[in-house]
């Protein structure tokens, strides 16, 4: 279905004020809630855009089930991991390790895998789902009767063997999305001068996206917030690691992205709070950041003799009048 033409209108407003630099975070709501109807399925610029329009817990979506995989993937190695519990196939098993076959399959070096095993990723997510009976309403699983062989246990075992962290997408994935959508609907734009305002854009997602809630399969919620790798980073000395041994690292925050936060809930285990990456960028945070989220001064007494760099984000972040990140409560 075309844009309609009254949209257009409208959206070639907010692009004129993009373009421009003179636009703020309402303009790329109103520009993603204008898109969104035109986002294919699975699609990063789809992800982003149902932000805007879900403002509850989110129970779908790459997001979620890049979450749902990494904590299926903790809470395997913490039961099952440690080999003093045998996984039985042929029997009821955790419905969770299904879902886990599922994504790891879909997360796998295929180049790998079809070396190691003669699979292709395809070929093995099929024969996941012809193999297996999961049943919702006892929270179970069972390979079906008949079912199974060597080679296709050799590759379940090769696919759950590590836990893989890779962020649901980069931010570069939503631009390039967003232009094929603009183009494909003949939606008047300047690339050059959209480009130089791709970090804006960018920095007005990350705040979207940041402090949003998940709804997982097991039930509990998990959250999301804007952040970087390391919220601190040395500037003089070394710091002593956890096992005694002094390291000169990290000497930089990392990049700008968002942060999956969730508990893993496992059995014979105390609960589990992990934190990986869900949306990556390449921006830096000196550059974006407003300098009252840094502060400097020497270390905690268990580092030992070095003076570092803190960096502190808030629950909710937003953008300043320059565009600079910022607390939200530092603007009431």
């Known amino acids: 279905m075309p844009l309609p033409l009254k949209e257009q209108v409208k959206l070639n407003q907010i692009i004129d004020r993009i373009e421009s630099g003179n636009f703020d975070a309402n303009d790329i709501d109103n520009l993603l809630m204008k898109v969104?109807?035109?986002?294919?399925?699975?699609?990063?610029?789809?992800?982003?855009?149902?932000?805007?329009?879900?403002?509850?817990?989110?129970?779908?979506?790459?997001?979620?089930?890049?979450?749902?995989?990494?904590?299926?993937?903790?809470?395997?190695?913490?039961?099952?991991?440690?080999?003093?519990?045998?996984?039985?196939?042929?029997?009821?098993?955790?419905g969770y390790i299904y879902r886990l076959f599922l994504s790891q399959a879909h997360l796998v070096d295929e180049l790998r895998l079809k070396a190691d095993h003669r699979l292709s990723r395809a070929t093995l997510l099929k024969k996941i789902e012809s193999n297996f009976v999961p049943d919702k309403k006892s929270g179970t699983c069972c390979l079906k009767k008949g079912k199974g062989g060597i080679e296709l246990l050799a590759a379940l075992r090769f696919v759950t063997g590590f836990i893989h962290a890779r962020a649901a997408f980069h931010i570069a994935d939503f631009h390039k999305e967003l232009k094929q959508v603009m183009n494909a609907q003949r939606i008047r734009f300047n690339p050059q001068l959209w480009d130089a305002q791709a970090d804006r854009v960018s920095l007005a997602v990350l705040c979207l996206v940041s402090n949003t809630e998940?709804?997982?399969?097991?039930?509990?919620?998990?959250?999301?917030?804007?952040?970087?790798?390391?919220?601190?980073?040395?500037?003089?000395?070394?710091?002593?690691?956890?096992?005694?041994v002094m390291s000169a690292e990290p000497t930089s925050f990392g990049k700008l992205s968002i942060w999956g936060k969730a508990t893993v809930i496992s059995e014979n285990n105390p609960p589990l709070e992990v934190g990986f990456p869900l949306i990556s960028t390449d921006l830096d945070p000196h550059e974006h950041c407003d300098p009252g989220l840094f502060s400097h001064g020497p270390a905690p007494a268990d580092f030992g003799q070095c003076m570092v760099e803190v960096i502190e984000f808030a629950q909710n972040m937003s953008l300043s009048a320059d565009f600079k990140l910022i607390r939200t409560d530092s603007l009431i």
């Open 214 to 244: 998940f709804l997982l399969p097991n039930g509990e919620r998990a959250n999301c917030r804007l952040g970087t790798e390391h919220d601190f980073r040395l500037l003089s000395g070394e710091r002593r690691l956890p096992t005694g």
């Open 36 to 94: 969104r109807p035109y986002a294919e399925k699975d699609t990063t610029l789809l992800e982003v855009s149902n932000f805007v329009a879900h403002s509850d817990a989110r129970d779908r979506g790459l997001a979620q089930r890049s979450i749902t995989s990494f904590v299926d993937s903790m809470q395997f190695f913490q039961e099952y991991g440690s080999g003093e519990r045998r996984l039985v196939l042929d029997k009821p098993f955790p």
